[in-house]
């Protein structure tokens, strides 16, 4: 599903330091795949994600998403392929402040060409355990259950790819382990997800773990089929 | 995304930040307010001027004021010297004029039948009074050459006067005393209403000029005289012939000013014009630039917000939003604060016009113009304010924004 060839991206720091977060990344994932990708900070792993989820364009290189050449579309497509293709999900929720989880959630469905969004989020909420809470704002909700609803949002498009950089950076043991079996279970259910990481248990959940270093990958192993206590 | 969903995003993000939205709407509430305020006031005032001068001058007239050099307003005291022979005789020199009548006046009189009183402006005019006024009686009749000759004791009264002195008796035929002299009611003036000072005109007593000055008041200077012109065109030129012959006939040198004043419908429309001009430009500016000001006020405060919303700008982009709808949305959410503002505004502008007017006893205090340009000017302004601070949010690049 996707291909990366050569990728590069480079920054200009302010003093004209020049430095490349990614030093030519090749990387193919297949559709169905859970991935983590992992490494220290500043190993170029949000920067990966960033150009996965065409947040960010990549320096030189070629980003192919099934097969099409994604890195070269125009803004409005490229906010298109986001709305439809990518799911993401954030360390920090990026939730709406003062607004109902329903209304968080519909987000990505008023940035489509959707009629009805009110049944769509409501089953997306329903998919992460959340049909109580539809009228709760994120200040009434615990961290696992807002990232609870953020996965809900990256959803609610049905998207063939989930993004969550650090999605568990921010939460307690016990709601990060419940949160990385949501992920585990949109999987099984044919969901491709990539995970951004740089905890080792969490990115056991994976069944491939691609560890960056200094832009670079340094391994790419695939999980013999393990058991996760 | 759509406009409709555009403008309800817009009102939610309103209501979730709302002291930043009133602080928004202030400028354009206070500016439409006042904008509202002074064109409604202002074309309730204007509306009522035209009607009284109507009234006073009609579109042929002149009016001669003993007193100085003022347009109009009572005339300067101790300068009184205008009689009805001084209007006599320009009227006799000038072939122009076609008909005229002579005013004297008496204030705040008591007026009694039996034993109810009333206060009551009385004047004193000629039996052309009423074709030089274009006002006539109701009921009964008026009085009269014969009658101004002989200072005979008739009286034509206002519904005001009748109403309180009779209540539902017929004035016609009975006696009332204007101070301590009696007099008949020969007639009912028709109705008139307030005049531009707010004065009730129905509230009146119209006696032959030669009674109120000899059996009332015992003076013999007059207040003013209304003199009718055959041709408008003639105007300017019969108040100059006026001019001409009152300063020789009051014996006036070269260097001494008029001791009486000419008022044409001329003059009146020119005043008119620049009463017009204070009122309909030049509050309506001040309230404009309220609004302007209003709007850089929000344009500022809405800078701040992109600034404080950067992540959730980040995230729209994030799920799909593009530069286009940012900016759309930051447009819009700008505009619908200040038009909201300013709906509000026209709402207390026009309480207020209301209340202005009904102390003025104005009528007609609300203009439609008012509220289309107080909403015109505020969208314009309120899309103008967003322009800038929707940039800055469209510009974002999604990557540093999610950071």
Not at chain 1, 68 to 80: H, K, Y
Not at chain 1, 194 to 218: C, F, K, N, S
Not at chain 2, 57 to 67: N, P, Y
Not at chain 2, 361 to 373: H, I, M, Y
Request: net charge neutral; proline share 3%.
């Amino acid at each position: 599903m996707i291909e990366l060839l050569e990728i590069r991206k480079r920054f200009t720091g302010d003093a004209g330091a020049v430095i490349d977060a990614l030093a030519g990344v090749s990387l193919r994932i297949e559709r169905g795949e859970f991935v983590a990708i992992v490494g220290a900070s500043g190993s170029g792993k949000s920067t990966l994600m960033n150009i996965l989820g065409l947040l960010d364009q990549p320096t030189s290189g070629q980003y192919l998403f099934d097969g099409e050449d994604v890195a070269g579309l125009s803004v409005a497509e490229q906010a298109r392929f986001r709305n439809k293709r990518v799911g993401f999900v954030f360390q920090s929720f990026h939730l709406l402040a003062r607004t109902s989880a329903l209304e968080n959630v519909e987000l990505p469905l008023l940035y489509s060409d959707r009629s009805s969004i009110d049944n769509l989020a409501r089953r997306a909420l329903d998919a992460v355990g959340l049909s109580d809470r539809v009228s709760h704002t994120p200040s009434q909700l615990s961290g696992g259950q807002q990232q609870r609803v953020a996965i809900a949002r990256a959803l609610v498009n049905e998207p063939d790819l989930l993004l969550a950089d650090e999605p568990t950076g921010n939460l307690d043991a016990k709601a990060a382990t419940e949160i990385m079996e949501i992920f585990r279970t949109l999987n099984a259910s044919g969901r491709t997800v990539v995970l951004v990481t740089h905890d080792p248990t969490m990115a056991r959940y994976a069944q491939r773990t691609v560890r960056l270093e200094r832009g670079r990958i340094v391994a790419d192993e695939r999980a013999a089929l393990q058991e996760v206590s | 995304m759509n406009t409709k969903r555009l403008v309800s995003q817009s009102v939610r993000a309103m209501a979730r930040y709302k002291l930043r939205t009133a602080f928004m709407m202030l400028g354009s509430f206070i500016g439409v307010a006042a904008l509202t305020l002074t064109m409604s006031v202002g074309q309730g005032v204007r509306a009522k001027m035209l009607v009284t001068i109507r009234q006073v001058l009609g579109d042929q007239s002149i009016l001669v004021a003993g007193g100085g050099s003022r347009m109009m307003g009572s005339p300067r005291a101790g300068a009184a010297r205008l009689t009805v022979d001084d209007i006599a005789a320009v009227a006799k020199d000038i072939p122009a004029i076609d008909g005229w009548d002579p005013q004297a006046e008496l204030s705040g009189t008591s007026v009694r039948y039996g034993d109810v009183t009333a206060t009551a402006r009385i004047t004193g005019q000629s039996e052309r009074w009423s074709r030089v006024w274009g006002r006539g009686v109701s009921r009964g009749e008026s009085f009269d050459a014969a009658a101004v000759a002989s200072s005979a004791r008739v009286a034509l009264i206002g519904e005001t006067v009748a109403r309180t002195l009779f209540s539902d008796q017929d004035p016609i035929d009975a006696e009332i005393r204007i101070g301590a002299v009696p007099v008949r009611v020969v007639g009912i003036l028709e109705r008139f209403g307030n005049d531009m000072h707010g004065m009730d005109r129905d509230n009146e007593i119209i006696v032959p000029i030669s009674t109120l000055m000899r059996r009332l008041t015992n003076a013999d200077a007059i207040n003013a005289a209304k003199l009718l012109v055959k041709d408008p065109a003639l105007e300017e030129e019969t108040a100059a012939e006026i001019k001409r012959v009152l300063r020789l006939r009051h014996a006036l040198d070269k260097d001494q000013p008029d001791d009486f004043t000419v008022v044409t419908s001329l003059d009146a429309q020119k005043m008119m014009q620049m009463i017009q001009r204070v009122l309909v430009v030049y509050l309506p500016l001040v309230g404009g630039i309220a609004l302007v000001v209003g709007g850089v006020v929000a344009a500022t405060l809405m800078l701040a917000s992109v600034n404080e919303r950067t992540s959730e700008i980040g995230l729209r982009r994030a799920v799909g939003a593009r530069p286009e709808d940012i900016r759309r949305q930051f447009v819009i959410e700008t505009a619908a604060i200040i038009i909201v503002g300013a709906l509000v505004g026209i709402l207390l502008g026009y309480a207020g016009a209301q209340a202005v007017a009904s102390r003025l006893k104005l009528d007609g205090a609300f203009s439609w113009t008012a509220v289309l340009v107080s909403l015109a000017a505020a969208t314009i302004v309120g899309l103008l304010a967003g322009v800038l601070p929707a940039r800055r949010a469209a510009q974002l690049h999604p990557a540093d924004a999610l950071r």
